[in-house]
């Protein structure tokens, strides 16, 4: 598996995180990446992601929300919500990544993480925003300022380690998250709401404790 998909399938479990939790501020980010981006390739991407999402969610979500088809945010899963917000902030800010390579990335991932119709929802709205931008000046303001990694390369398709290579390997998630990393609820107990969406599902431990 690419490194670029690591760091989009780890930039989704943090932003999943924010969701539930707004008090996920930059320490637990910085605790995020010591747990579970050991490897310093793949951070760069993975902040830029987190941080370009973060810094620019109101824009993301309305433009996703304009090609919804009436889909509040609000009423999408946390899993494709958060999928189709890395793509968009991807296609939009990333020129060096082809809008074709985020959108088949958020569909593979969306068929990965989400239910039997994540696929089709994400690609979808997807596809209309990547249409709408050859005739329209989309954009959303974080795109001048946030640090972007410089001259990636495209991937290479006879590559094992491309990006629209298939994965079979879900990100190793056998390090039990440290305590700060659970949603709390308003009693404190650290449980999940039964009326949020449920994390990203994995082949192996979720980031969410049940």
Same mark, same amino acid.
């Given at each position: ?17 924010? #969701? $539930?939790?707004?008090? &996920?501020?930059? @320490?637990?980010?910085?605790? !995020?990446?010591?747990?579970? =981006?050991? +490897?310093?390739? *793949?951070?760069?991407?993975f902040l830029n992601l987190v941080r370009g999402v973060s ?52 569909? #593979? $991932?969306?068929?990965? &993480?989400?239910? @039997?119709?994540?696929?089709? !929802?994400?690609?979808?709205? =997807?596809? +209309?925003?990547? *249409? ?79």
């Open positions: 598996m690419g490194n670029r998909r690591k760091s989009r399938e780890l930039a989704i479990q943090a932003l999943f995180f924010m #969701d $539930l939790n707004d008090r &996920f501020a930059e @320490e637990k980010l910085s605790l !995020f990446c010591e747990n579970f =981006l050991p +490897s310093a390739q *793949l951070r760069p991407f810094s620019a969610r109101v824009e993301i979500d309305a433009l996703i929300e304009r090609f919804s088809s009436n889909w509040k945010i609000s009423r999408m899963s946390g899993v494709d919500r958060n999928i189709m917000r890395v793509a968009v902030f991807e296609m939009l800010c990333c020129k060096d990544i082809p809008c074709k390579v985020s959108i088949n990335e958020a569909i #593979d $991932l969306g068929k990965k &993480f989400g239910t @039997e119709e994540s696929g089709a !929802f994400v690609n979808g709205i =997807l596809d +209309s925003i990547r *249409l709408a931008m050859e005739t329209e000046d989309l954009s959303i303001p974080v795109g001048e300022n946030c640090e972007f990694i410089p001259d990636m390369p495209e991937p290479d398709l006879s590559d094992p380690d491309s990006d629209l290579e298939g994965d079979e390997d879900a990100p190793d998630f056998s390090v039990e998250p440290e305590p700060e990393f659970y949603p709390r609820d308003e009693d404190g107990s650290g449980q999940q709401s039964e009326s949020r969406s449920p994390a990203p599902k994995t082949p192996r431990r979720t980031l969410i404790r049940q």
